[in-house]
């Protein structure tokens, strides 16, 4: 499966992005991740292809959407309200198996090429 991750960008304070993941093959979990300088891979959110479930991490609940669409077999992450804080390599991963609530980076077996989201103050 592959991965092709795309729409980050500058953005100020407050405003709104939208990343978008498009997989070469269908699989049970798509996630999204990020990474700061010096920092270690965090999770952002999860969603479940087949029952449209999903997990956010508490850092972004209320202000990120996760969403699928299945004919393009395409997943979005809608970002409003964005933060400083929210500055990072942003990573589209799946996996075949497993739970939604499983954050760790080394459960997910396919990723794509990050994009960079920088919000300035």
């Known amino acids: 499966v592959q991965l092709q991750a795309s729409g980050g960008g500058l953005v100020q304070a407050g405003g709104s992005l939208r990343l978008s993941c498009a997989a070469s093959g269908r699989t049970y979990i798509m996630g999204w991740f990020r990474q700061a300088p010096e920092k270690e891979r965090e999770f952002v959110a999860a969603v479940n292809w087949s029952a449209a479930t999903t997990y956010y991490a508490d850092s972004v609940k209320g202000r990120f959407t996760i969403s699928t669409d299945n004919d393009k077999n395409t997943v979005y992450l809608q970002m409003n309200s964005l933060k400083p804080e929210d500055t990072a390599v942003y990573y589209c991963?799946?996996?075949?198996?497993?739970?939604?609530?499983?954050?760790?980076?080394?459960?997910?077996?396919?990723w794509g090429r990050g994009t960079q989201v920088t919000v300035s103050s």
């Open positions: 991963a799946a996996k075949l198996f497993g739970s939604l609530l499983a954050r760790s980076y080394d459960e997910y077996d396919y």
